[in-house]
């Protein structure tokens, strides 16, 4: 009975293209993941119906716990009561974050150049 | 646009625009222009709350500890409070129901400044407990200069709404003389003034209340006028949702799909937009440099309530689409959000974490998918 007709990867949210977050499902909400991390999201009621937590999507897409009150544009989320639903990446400082270290491959090829970039930054 | 109670002119509410349409007949909510009133209707009522509930026996003890100062930080900012309530326990419905188009939006005016009139009860309940003659208390609130101050800067955009809105309805477009004095209305002026007190409006729920929100969290962050707490808490779960309503109703009107003058009134009305916000935050501050003249208390100083009044601005002035006056910073008071979260309030005894919860609601909702590995 446990067989899953699909197998769903794991959304990475990245901030402004930096890979920040696996939402594994250990959280309850895109918000909760955020601040497990230490990104600066401003939160008030965090039930949709405030509008604080209104975060820019540069792509993405989420899926909504509750369905939110607040006022969003096409390109916005509220981080509250939604969980990313595929990769995501969100209009949000990195600045302060804790972030994963890629791990280094020690092989005769050379990494993506993509990886690399993104490696550095980190 | 004479205002009638039963307008008898069949119309289609869906087509009027929110303010200054064919004014509401029948109230009824099948169709609806915007979904959202209705949805904050709803959110409004599974809110509802009466302070009784709340037990502030023991704030009396917590009071009596205080030191001078910090009775007067207290106290002050209670009297502030009630008097942000009693503009808004009447005033959306004095000046906004006359002008109104759309049912449902009628309506959330009407369940909005109800549930600030339970705010305003909450006051006295406190202030009963707290000292032996309440009226002490609230005499102060209509001599004390500080607060009178900014009692005209609120009051002000709605007493101009509606006396336009009275010398419109009776005279018509034009230029009047009422009582030796020259007043020229008509819709487009009209229009200004609603836009100019929607901003208004939402700069004391967005800025001001959030300000006396803090101040009487600081208290219980020390574990002190707790029972207090409890009630401000209720406030400022329905705060945040008025804040959005305004927030709403500003949208549409900027968007210019619900009326094309609004948006362009809204172009031509934004610097005034801005520095009625700057001014409300500056009045805060000075606020803020008033109740810490004798001392701060612990968590709780000038500076740092200045800083959030900064930033708050920031942040609200932000969700209405105008642009940040201060310097971007990180919030300077995080532990806001443990007292502003929702569903941390507790509402019923029986019921400690869900807050809005609908009485005798089930969820019937099955999708076609449940049964889809079921077999006979």
Known sequence: MTYKKY??????????????????????????????????????????????????????EVSYLTQPLAELNADECLPCCCVPETDLNLKLSCQGVEIVAKRQYSTNHSPAPALTKLAHEG | MAYSTFCQTPNDSTKEPMFFGQSVNVAHYDQQKYEVFEKLIEKQLSFFWRPEEVDVSRDKIDFGGLPEHEKHIFISNLKYQTLLDSIQGRSPNVAFLPLVSLPELETWIETWSFSETIHSRSYTHIIRNI???????????????????????IARYYDDLIKLTQVHNLHGSGTHEINGEKITVNLRILKKSLYLCMMSVNALEAIRFYVSFACSFAFAERRLMEGNAKIIRLIARDEALHLNSTQHILSLMQGGKDDPEMAEIAIECQQEAYDLFVKAAEQEKEWAKYLFKDGSMIGLNEQILCQYVEFITNQRMKSVHLPQPYEELSNPLPWMKNWLESDAVQVAPQEVEVSSYLVGQIDSSVDGDEFLDFDL
Do not use: M, W, Y
């Open chain 1, 7 to 60: 197998f769903k990867k794991a959304p990475i949210v990245s901030l402004k293209g930096q890979p920040v977050i696996l939402f594994d499902g250990k959280h309850s909400s895109l918000l909760e993941a955020l601040e497990s991390k230490k990104v600066k999201v401003f939160s008030e009621c965090r039930n949709g119906f405030c509008g604080a937590c209104k975060t820019t999507v540069i792509s993405g």
């Open chain 2, 131 to 153: 000292v032996n003659n309440p009226s002490v208390v609230f005499d102060d609130i209509v001599e004390n200069d500080h607060i009178l101050k900014r009692a005209g800067d």
